[in-house]
């Protein structure tokens, strides 16, 4: 009987061992399974890197960038993905003024969702370079092999664009796109609530035009695009997640995941890239690159080669980059926090913005007529201009998931400007740039903003980034230096950060190996022909009419 009982009591403990292995590993382990970001291949990264940038310089419209492009749907078609080209055409402008259409193709593959497959995660990359090299001087500069010339004699610029480019556009950005295509392959077999796009743009070095193309073209997805995650120059140490303060809980997903997995990385605000489109248009991103990547070295240059990336450093933002697409794509809830906006009470055209949110951890952003004004706490007091205006508090989760409220308000009466510091109005100060508010340019030299007004709405915080809406817009800063307090006005009529009209591609016509250089030197060779032709037949007259002349 004793032995029985022992039996029963061992073979209970052994169950209740078990038991507690099999909860503790189910408590740890979340709903995706964390396995699959360790499945990333260092070897499948630099074999896709090098492939990519074997190719050459990928110059939109550039036969390289078409091959490219065809060797990125393959793979994405491989990882299982639904693919399309979304090819573009868009009308620039040549260096000389001329205008034409440049066309380029953006390669998407989308991995649908299941619960929630109306909202949408992008992880982009672009996949077209640009090298640029500095010409020698003298006939050495003029026949050198590596360059194509934009126009007939190359005097109008101090670099040209380099034609025999194998091997180049490594870190910027064919390591990006082999991050994005590794992120496909892994998830592979993998099912999620949300859907994922990947999509590879073409034109980020010409203004970015692919990612302008595309944000235009799907603008009925602009409301369903949770997160956008840009990867730009990867390839090496240290890495950063770039982001607008509005976008602060998609950063710290990648905080969070980097700290969980033991990989360095750092924060900064704003970056430029593909990204930014996005912002303009209020939706959600970051950028993973390593920080402030146009001054390196290698930067648009024929050394932007394999030699000089470290693939470790692109595996790590490939597991970085899984990791938190998991999080998005799967998230642990999906209840929108619920945002409250007291009524308030308009005096002296002054009103207190007081808002309540559920989630105190959400991330808020405040629009004014469309416009975002970043993320303003509750509780400030602002100007408003005459009229009526509409006011919206938008709340983001840290999943990703979105609440807001708006309200109407109207103010009777003009701007009382009579607490307006004493200042002297200048039309322009040499060490003020023009910019858009909240990127690096805004700290110029030892001046101090003191605060600015956007479209007559504000004070607002200098240290507060955003980004202008496209339109029309007007900016009155108030600044301090040694002359005390100075006050500028800047109006523009139509603002567009990356308008069509700023756009300068060069015509491949003239991006070839210039037939007309050739023409023209046939035509110098045969003109040198004929002259020495005709002065030779003139002197041998001359002998001749000599000779008779002897004779005689």
Not at 271 to 290: K, M, Q, S
Not at 481 to 503: A, C
Request: with cysteine; glycine share 6%.
């Amino acid at each position: 009987m004793g032995r029985k009982l022992a039996k029963i009591l061992i073979t209970f403990l052994i169950i209740v061992l078990l038991s507690g292995t099999v909860l503790a590993y189910a408590y740890h382990t979340p709903s995706s399974d964390l396995s699959v970001p360790f499945g990333v291949s260092q070897t499948r990264l630099e074999d896709s890197t090098r492939i990519i940038s074997s190719f050459g310089e990928r110059k939109i419209g550039s036969q390289n960038a078409a091959e490219a492009s065809l060797y990125i749907k393959n793979e994405m078609e491989e990882a299982g993905l639904q693919v399309s080209l979304n090819n573009f055409s868009v009308r620039v402008r040549t260096r000389n003024f001329n205008y034409w259409n440049v066309s380029g193709a953006n390669i998407v593959g989308i991995k649908e969702g299941n619960t929630l497959k109306d909202e949408v995660i992008l992880v982009t990359a672009h996949y077209d370079s640009r090298i640029l090299v500095p010409p020698k001087s003298g006939l050495r500069g003029f026949f050198d092999s590596r360059i194509k010339r934009p126009y007939l004699w190359p005097v109008w610029s101090d670099t040209y664009v380099c034609e025999s480019a194998n091997g180049t556009g490594v870190d910027d950005n064919a390591g990006g796109v082999a991050c994005m295509l590794e992120l496909a392959r892994v998830l592979q077999n993998e099912s999620f609530d949300r859907t994922i796009y990947f999509i590879a743009f073409s034109g980020e070095e010409c203004n970015l035009l692919g990612s302008q193309a595309w944000v235009e073209a799907n603008s009925e997805l602009k409301d369903n695009i949770v997160a956008v995650v840009n990867l730009d120059c990867v390839g090496n140490e240290p890495l950063y997640v770039c982001y607008l303060p509005q976008y602060a809980w998609l950063k710290d997903i990648f905080e969070n995941e980097a700290k969980n997995s033991g990989i360095g990385i750092q924060s900064a605000l704003i970056e430029r890239g593909d990204h930014e489109i996005f912002w303009e248009n209020h939706i959600p991103a970051v950028v993973l690159c390593h920080h402030n990547y146009e001054s390196h070295d290698n930067f648009h240059k024929l050394s932007d080669t394999v030699n000089n990336v470290d693939f470790s450093v692109i595996r790590n933002a490939s597991i970085l980059t899984t990791k938190s697409v998991i999080y998005l794509a799967d998230p642990d809830e999906n209840q929108a926090p619920f945002v409250n906006i007291s009524n308030p009470e308009v005096s002296e055209s002054s009103f207190e913005l007081i808002y309540n949110v559920s989630d105190p951890e959400s991330t808020v952003e405040v629009f004014f007529d469309n416009q975002s004004l970043g993320n303003l706490r509750s509780g400030r007091t602002f100007s408003l201009p005459e009229g009526e205006h509409t006011i919206r508090v938008l709340a983001t989760d840290r999943y990703g998931n979105r609440g807001t409220e708006s309200i109407i308000v109207v103010n009777e009466e003009k701007q009382d400007r009579s607490s307006e510091p004493p200042h002297q109005e200048i039309e322009s100060y040499d060490n003020i740039k023009y910019y858009v508010i909240g990127y690096p340019e805004n700290s110029v030299d030892s001046n101090r903003t003191l605060y600015y007004y956007l479209d007559d709405f504000g004070p607002l915080d200098p240290g507060n980034p955003l980004v202008l809406t496209p339109g029309s817009h007007n900016l009155k800063i108030w600044f301090e230096n040694e002359s005390g307090i100075l006050f500028m006005e800047n109006e523009t009529s139509d603002f567009r950060k990356y308008s069509m009209e700023r756009v300068r591609v060069d015509n491949p016509f003239m991006d070839r190996k210039n037939p007309l250089v050739l023409l023209s030197g046939v035509f110098i060779i045969l003109t040198v022909f004929v002259f020495y032709v005709k002065r030779i037949k003139r002197d041998s007259r001359v002998r001749k009419v000599l000779k008779l002349n002897r004779n005689k």
